[in-house]
């Protein structure tokens, strides 16, 4: 081949390396989620997303929580809105986007769940093609990319469950990888546990997982194997730990930084005290939204509890039997069963 026609053939190789089926998909799925991303969505939340991205433009982070007024979250997506207000600050207009309806603060706060939809699909990709044929991943990365309720979620309705849920599948990951090879096992493991304690630093709705990843050392019959295991898991623990106290000192500089991190999350549970908000889970089946998790309960005129009560005893229930059925089996897809088990209990 001569010289003229290797240059010739270069680029049109180079272009074929990057485009993929899967960047075809994502890329579908980024274009359909850019059409709604100028909608108004879910008012409260999307207007609460903009004042607090404002108040970190203007405000350092530690000043966050005694400026923004009402604010219900822990600090994880508060880091990322930081950032985001950072951005938003350098964009041409934005300064005069509130004479506008702050159409470009809205596009801005979207960003990240829109982003993380297509991250949470590129790791669906990587985890399917573990156990399966590329086809399979692929149709397993467009039924999240193009699912029309996870587009309608991040990027018309303005919610960000895709980013504190994507964090919990990219720990699922990191730990389905820590066995492919020995000598990562103690990193992998370790970005697991800081990628599952940032997802509950921004949500704590996925906390049950992490008995599925304290249960990891011993899902295993080898002696050598366990003792590994309960290595990575010590140093990933520990790391996180220490990453929720930067991130709280951050935020709140003082010495009773984990007293002040629990405080937020007894704050935001005292702010939603009820069985539930808006999601369509069993107890929507039986009662209409925003009944009190203090209802009480009974049985044959017999009074049983409460909601909260049963509510919290199920949760546990289920999360026992699932982690007892993982260490039992001691494979990757019981792993990974059950984090969905897990997930689908907590809903």
């Known amino acids: 081949m001569s010289a003229s026609a290797r240059a010739s053939f270069a680029p049109e190789t180079a272009a074929r390396s990057w485009f993929t089926p899967l960047t075809a998909i994502l890329g579908a799925g980024l274009l359909l989620r850019l059409l709604f991303i100028g909608s108004q969505g879910f008012h409260n939340d999307v207007s609460a997303f903009e004042s607090w991205t404002l108040t970190l433009r203007d405000n350092a982070p530690w000043n966050f929580y005694g ?7 822990p600090p994880g997506y508060f880091v990322v809105l930081w950032v985001l207000a950072k ?7 934005s300064a005069n986007d509130a004479a506008h309806g702050f159409a470009i603060l809205r596009t801005v706060v979207k960003l990240p769940a829109i982003a993380m939809d297509l991250i949470n699909a590129s790791v669906v990709y990587a985890i399917v093609r573990r156990y399966a044929a590329q086809n399979i991943a692929l149709l397993a990365a467009a039924l999240l990319a193009l699912n029309p309720a996870a587009i309608y979620v991040s990027a018309y309705w303005g919610q960000v469950d895709s980013v504190s849920w994507g964090f919990v599948l990219i720990a699922l990951w990191c730990v ?10 103690v ?38 194997v366990r003792a590994l295991r309960l290595k990575a898991t010590g140093i990933g623990i520990a790391a996180s730990l220490a990453m929720a106290g930067l ?15 629990f405080g937020r999350y007894a704050f935001g549970s005292g702010v939603y005290v009820y069985n539930t908000v808006n999601a369509f889970n069993l107890y929507a089946i039986r009662q209409e939204f925003w009944q009190p998790d203090s209802t009480p309960l009974s049985f044959f005129g017999i009074p049983v509890g409460s909601l909260s009560v049963w509510g919290i005893a199920l949760v546990a229930a289920a999360t026992l039997l699932i982690v007892g059925r993982y260490v039992q089996r001691r494979d ?8 969905m088990l897990c997930a689908l209990a907590f809903f």
Do not use: N
């Open 247 to 261: 991130t709280g000192l951050l935020f709140h500089p003082a010495a009773d930084v984990f007293g002040w991190l």
């Open 176 to 185: 389905l990888r820590a066995g492919d090879d020995p000598q990562k096992t």
């Open 67 to 73: 400026k923004a007024g009402f604010s219900d979250y």
């Open 187 to 224: 990193s992998r493991v370790t970005w697991a546990w800081l990628a599952f304690a940032f997802s509950l630093l921004i949500k704590p709705q996925a906390a049950t997982i992490g008995v599925l990843f304290l249960a990891y050392p011993f899902a295993t019959g080898d002696p050598g």
């Open 332 to 339: 990757d897809r019981a792993l990974l069963e059950g984090a």
């Open 87 to 93: 951005i938003y600050a350098l964009i041409p207009g």
